[in-house]
T-cell receptor, first 112, second 116 residues
Framework: DQQVKQNSPSLSVQEGRISILNCDYTNSMFDYFLWYKKYPAEGPTFLISISSIKDKNEDGRFTVFLNKSAKHLSLHIVPSQPGDSAVYFCAASEVVSNQFYFGTGTSLTVIP | GAGVSQSPRYKVAKRGQDVALRCDPISGHVSLFWYQQALGQGPEFLTYFQNEAQLDKSGLPSDRFFAERPEGSVSTLKIQRTQQEDSAVYLC??????????????FGPGTRLTVT
């Protein structure tokens, strides 16, 4: 059973606008969340993370929001750039575990 | 510096063949993870090493899958008697510490296995 879900397989956004990627999870024990970015033929690269004690974390153009009661997190990219075009995976873990659970990914296309 | 490398990048195997996939983690990284990524899916955890000790192999799908890291650096994932459902990208990731301390994993480019 998929514990982390990304229900939008793809998203297209105009350059300069905001990209919002969503992720839902089912396991209330998850307390650490990450976003990874993946280009074709490369492995995922870490983008940004958030722990369950926070509801927002910002790093430059990237902001992750966590809503624990809704078991929902989102990644905002502002402004979007063509180089942001990639597949984005969210992942979740329990602090005592060595396992990450990944979503199925959202393919973002930023149109110049 | 050098990242995580994996070889081969592509492997085609006939059903029933054995394959061995290699991972060279970042030098000095204590933790090493193997993931399987089927087409259109996210990576799924297979197994975890801390140095040479395999601490978690709960994600290995069958006893045909075997992983080792004998000297605490290079790791090999072996699949015996490959089946078509084994076709996937196999990702290796390393981390300086265990996940309880540092959550940042560095991924290799993966090995795409196709079983015909």
């Amino acid at each position: 059973d998929q514990q982390v879900k990304q229900n939008s397989p793809s998203l297209s956004v105009q350059e300069g606008r905001i990209s919002i990627l969503n992720c839902d999870y089912t396991n209330s024990m998850f307390d650490y969340f990450l976003w990874y970015k993946k280009y074709p033929a490369e492995g995922p690269t870490f983008l940004i993370s958030i722990s369950s004690i926070k509801d927002k974390n910002e790093d430059g153009r990237f902001t992750v929001f966590l809503n624990k009661s809704a078991k929902h997190l989102s990644l905002h990219i502002v402004p979007s750039q063509p180089g942001d075009s990639a597949v984005y995976f969210c992942a979740a873990s329990e602090v005592v575990s060595n396992q990450f659970y990944f979503g199925t990914g959202t393919s973002l296309t930023v149109i110049p | 510096g050098a990242g995580v490398s994996q070889s081969p990048r592509y492997k085609v195997a006939k059903r029933g063949q054995d394959v061995a996939l290699r991972c060279d983690p970042i030098s000095g990284h204590v933790s090493l993870f193997w993931y399987q990524q089927a087409l259109g899916q996210g990576p799924e955890f297979l197994t975890y090493f801390q140095n040479e000790a395999q601490l978690d192999k709960s994600g290995l799908p069958s006893d045909r899958f075997f992983a080792e890291r004998p000297e605490g650096s290079v790791s090999t994932l072996k699949i015996q008697r490959t089946q078509q459902e084994d076709s996937a990208v196999y990702l290796c990731a390393s981390s300086l510490w265990g996940l309880a301390i540092s959550y940042e994993q560095y991924f290799g480019p993966g090995t795409r296995l196709t079983v015909t």
